[in-house]
């Protein structure tokens, strides 16, 4: 069975455009594998930025066939801190797909879902129209091309053993931990001034067990989460690749990553974002 699964892993990396650095086909095969039957596998050596993102393409057309067709984006190190950890001074981009996105809130999700199960608080955008790459950095001009902000618990996968540091290579190896989440309700977007400040302003809460473990605001995402909108849509656009009506956007989380561990119960509050009640979203690990 398993020479089975790691065939049917060749044939649909073999589609996808081959790079001179890239490790071999049979490497990241076997390396998908280990990732899909939720295990450690050995990180790829002195694996490079470029390295990394030909691996995260070849790894994405293996994905695809059990999480279902890609849906839109990732964004991962949106925040300060962590982009002087790493050394770098932008974001990490992956790819998300039906699966990631498919659970709606409530829901009830296996804690073993990764080799190193994380949960993260996290917000997620839908493009409602195209042609947001003309609205650069101007946060309303940005709004008038997304038509929902959706509450979404991220579980990522940190894929590697604890004891080993990834590099940028090896973050962009994983899809940038991509893998499940749960959804809120999508609420409406106003292009207004108002919204705009409410998103940056918005205190996002974290709490497991009625226990809030982490607070942060709208703003811990690149200052804003509409900056994370803007700098994607320049990521693209540099590879002639326009953000697509219909495709959302994972924008980074606003937390630290907690592990996932069964009889965990936890829930996501946007406090500020609406008048009145606080949007929220919750799933329960088993």
Known sequence: MRRIVILA???ALATAPAHAACPDLAAIARFAQAILERRSPPPFANLTPEDGACVQQQLVATFAQPMGDVVGWKLGLTSPAIQQRFGIDR????????????????SEIDAGFGAVPVVEADLVVRIGREGVESAGDDHVAILRHIDQVIPFIEL??????PDHRPSIGDLLAINVGARLGVVGQPIPVEASPGFAARLGAMQVALSEGGREVSRAPGSAILGHPLNAV???ARDLAREGRPLRAG????????????PARAGQEWQLAYHGLLDGAAPAVTVRLR
Do not use: C, H, K, N
């Open 230 to 232: 803007a700098w994607l």
């Open 91 to 106: 974001p990490l981009r992956g790819a998300i797909f039906f699966g990631t996105l498919r659970a709606p809130s409530g």
């Open 156 to 161: 990522a996968d940190l894929v590697y053993a």
């Open 9 to 11: 892993m060749l044939a």
């Open 247 to 258: 495709e959302y956007i994972s924008l980074g989380s606003l937390s630290a990553p907690q």
